[in-house]
């Protein structure tokens, strides 16, 4: 049975630091990339950073230089330091595996956390 299951969310005022884990069971981890997408309701979901499984990096631009992703395959784990967090990062965050790069960038990657909550004060 493949699990995704993400901690470390939580509130935080802006300007503050989260990090955020996805921990992956049931599947290659090793020959997985994967993502993390934020989800705000009433919006769509929209992809924040991705990590191959040669830990190649895409970053949104409205993260980038704020949010650094990486990953342990010795712990199938991958997680997203989020620094000067803005108000406007609130949002469910979602990781996503999957053995093609494409499909995670499309949003339709094969495997899917519940999610955990970002809450940005300001």
């Known amino acids: 049975q493949v699990q995704l299951v993400e901690s470390g969310g939580g509130l935080v005022q802006a300007g503050g630091s989260l990090r955020l884990s996805c921990a992956a069971s049931g599947i290659m981890f090793t020959s997985s990339s994967v993502a993390w997408y934020r989800q705000v309701p009433g919006k769509q979901r929209d992809m924040v950073v991705t990590?191959?499984?040669?830990?190649?990096?895409r970053y949104a631009d409205s993260v980038k230089g704020r949010f650094t992703i990486s990953r342990s395959n010795a712990k199938n784990t991958v997680y997203l330091q989020m620094n000067s967090l803005k108000p406007e990062d609130t949002a469910v965050y979602l990781c996503t595996a999957d053995t093609l790069t494409v499909r995670l960038r499309a949003g339709t990657g094969n495997y899917w956390g519940q999610g955990t909550q970002v809450t940005v004060s300001s």
């Open positions: 990590v191959t499984n040669t830990a190649l990096t």
